[in-house]
């Protein structure tokens, strides 16, 4: 594959870009609008204030359910409902920073130290320190980036190992598939040279990480997340912009999807595991003010603007396309409320909430890009 860089569209006006054409969603359930500033005119704004009714005892994770969930904690406990019934309590989990299912849907990580299956808890050996994700497709493994930006993998309850031999690693997830992982920072190229970039490596940390595409004026990478079709969307912070890209692996071509200037930064960023082009962001700026929340969908701007999701940080997309978000009072800063954004309408599923996560078992993934020999699966 020829290596791409990664830099400002030309034609990118340093706002989120919009979408260009009318879309209607689920029996005219949602209208979406072409314009940057959505004509709200044309689409609800009501939401729904009543939060779900809590329902009997924490009952345990147990199976992968057969109905996507929306799932949160607060008060120290695991809460999850799915679309129109009561909250029931999982799990009394205490302090968790962090919530995230696996592609099974059958175990969550609770930050960086624990992860928790229907048998039972699991202790990772990990520092406390850097971002943890689960391997793919199934969650057999933890993918660990420590503050130092050293990379490794844990088995679940088995040893740790290092993986790919990068100078410094920003970020790292799975391909949906299993066989490599895709990571950023700063690595090695042909001729010794260390660029800023993003890279693939085998799922067994064997071999050098090959070079995807260099950082240019980037000064850090992260965000990485894969699209149902296996396209990459990362965000790259170039100083006075940052800029949401999406690279397809299969054509080696990459497109800028948004972009936010001055000292705005992209939060927290949602992209669909279940459709193509589903993506949403959180804007922040360095106070902790919050911007109009950027989301897309099938290439047209969700109507946020007059709900109470208009400014809310993206939490993930349920697999009919409803996205599941967390307004707080700032960016990253204390309980929130959680909802559902859908049919035009936010609708209210829990107040004080801490962190929140969907929970749905992730569909078929696509082809593990052609770029290394395929492994088994770890």
């Known amino acids: 594959m020829k290596r791409l860089t ?36 044309a689409a ?4 729904t204030d009543t939060p779900t009714a809590l329902s009997g005892p924490c009952v345990g994770i147990g199976p992968a359910p057969e109905l996507a969930e929306v799932t949160w904690l607060a008060e120290g406990r695991l809460m999850a409902a799915t679309a129109g019934g ?17 592609g099974s849907a059958d175990r969550v990580l609770l930050g960086s130290t624990r992860a928790v299956t ?56 799975y391909h949906p598939a299993g066989l490599t992982i895709a990571a950023s920072g700063e690595g090695e190229i042909a001729g010794g040279e260390v660029v800023r970039g993003l890279f693939v490596a085998r799922n067994t940390g064997e071999g050098a990480p090959q070079p995807l595409a260099e950082g240019e004026t980037a000064r850090r990478i992260d965000s990485l997340a894969f699209s149902s079709d296996g396209a990459l969307v990362f965000v790259a912070d170039h100083g006075g912009h940052s800029d949401l890209h999406r690279l397809d692996l299969q054509r080696g071509t990459m497109a800028t999807v948004a972009t936010v200037s001055g000292q705005e930064h992209i939060g927290r960023v949602a992209v669909s595991p279940f459709e193509t082009d589903a993506v949403a962001f959180a804007r922040c700026e360095p106070d ?32 009919d396309g409803g996205l599941v978000l967390v307004a707080r009072p700032r960016c990253d800063d204390g309980p929130g409320s959680l909802y559902v954004f859908q049919g035009g309408m936010a609708h209210l599923v829990a107040e004080d909430v801490e962190t929140a996560a969907v929970r749905a078992v992730l569909p078929e993934p696509p082809p593990s890009p052609e770029i290394l020999p395929t492994s088994p699966f770890a």
């Open 6 to 41: 990664i830099h400002r569209r030309a034609d990118a006006a340093h706002s989120p870009t919009c979408g260009r054409k009318a879309l209607l969603l689920a029996g005219a359930a949602l209208l979406v609008s072409s314009a940057c500033a959505t004509d709200d005119s």
């Open 44 to 47: 609800p704004t009501s939401d």
């Open 86 to 102: 009561p909250a029931r309590c999982l799990l009394e989990v205490g302090q968790a920073e962090t919530l995230e299912w696996a």
């Open 118 to 173: 229907a048998e039972g808890e699991v202790s990772l050996a990990l520092p406390s320190d850097g971002r943890v994700r689960w391997s793919a497709p199934t969650g057999k493994s933890v993918l660990h980036v420590d503050a130092q930006g050293r990379l490794r993998k844990q088995v679940l309850g088995g040893a740790v190992s290092e993986l790919a031999a990068m100078e410094r690693a920003d970020d790292a997830v």
């Open 288 to 319: 902790g003010t919050t911007r109009p929340t950027f989301a897309e969908r099938g290439g047209s701007a969700l109507a946020l603007e007059g709900t109470s999701v208009a400014r809310a940080e993206p939490i993930g997309w349920l697999p």
